[in-house]
Nanobody
Framework: QVQLVESGGGLVQPGGSLRLSCAAS????????MGWYRQAPGKQRELVAA???????NVADSVKGRFTISRDNAKNTVYLQMNSLKSEDTAVYYC??????????WGQGTQVTVSS
């Protein structure tokens, strides 16, 4: 089992930056993939960015060039650096871990609000 705890959300003005962190309760070294999803009010949850254990990345077109996903295996933590934030980035952001056996775990989510 993997417990995921997100942090780093908050209120930021358009054009600003935030860094989200997702701390896992066990080593992430062998986890197949970890990623960030988001869900805005009235919308479906969508992939923002994902990173496999082989360091392949998958980033949504809507955030390419602005968001970067990274991992620190020593700290069992995955990060999402968000720059040039826009109002449409406002959502609850969830961390996700996808194990080799197909099991998927989710964090509790962290709110990101982009507003002036």
């Amino acid at each position: 089992q993997v417990q995921l705890v997100e942090s780093g959300g908050g209120l930021v003005q358009p054009g600003g930056s935030l860094r989200l962190s997702c701390a896992a309760s066990r080593s992430i070294f062998s986890i197949y993939a970890m990623g960030w999803y988001r869900q805005a009010p009235g919308k479906q949850r969508e992939l923002v960015a994902a990173l496999t254990s082989g360091s392949r990345t998958n980033v949504a077109d809507s955030v390419k060039g602005r968001f970067t996903i990274s991992r620190d295996n020593a700290k069992n933590t995955v990060y999402l650096q968000m720059n040039s934030l826009k109002s449409e980035d406002t959502a609850v952001y969830y961390c996700n871990a996808h194990l080799v056996d197909g099991t998927v775990y989710w964090g509790q989510g962290t709110q990101v609000t982009v507003s002036s």
